[in-house]
């Protein structure tokens, strides 16, 4: 059960960064989220693991969520 859990939440996971990826510029994703600090050397994609981290929660700390909690 918990490795079809896991399977499931990488799969929405990767589904989320394409539609950030594809759909939002840079400057967008920053000025979009509240409460969120960025270096200005991040990169798009940085900026994009960031923010996933903080919808889907970490599997470490174990507040993992299966749907993210948009912050965008």
Same mark, same amino acid.
């Given at each position: 059960m918990?490795?079809?859990y896991k399977k499931r939440r990488?799969? %929405?996971i990767r589904n989320r960064r394409k539609f950030l990826y594809n759909n939002y510029t840079k400057k967008e994703l920053i000025t979009s989220t509240k409460h969120m600090i960025f270096n200005k050397s991040d990169t798009k994609k940085?900026?994009?693991n960031l923010i996933l981290?903080?919808?889907f929660g970490s599997l470490r700390m174990g507040n %993992?969520?299966?749907n993210a909690k948009k912050i965008i």
């Amino acid at each position: 059960m918990a490795e079809e859990y896991k399977k499931r939440r990488q799969k %929405n996971i990767r589904n989320r960064r394409k539609f950030l990826y594809n759909n939002y510029t840079k400057k967008e994703l920053i000025t979009s989220t509240k409460h969120m600090i960025f270096n200005k050397s991040d990169t798009k994609k940085r900026i994009i693991n960031l923010i996933l981290k903080r919808e889907f929660g970490s599997l470490r700390m174990g507040n %993992n969520r299966l749907n993210a909690k948009k912050i965008i």
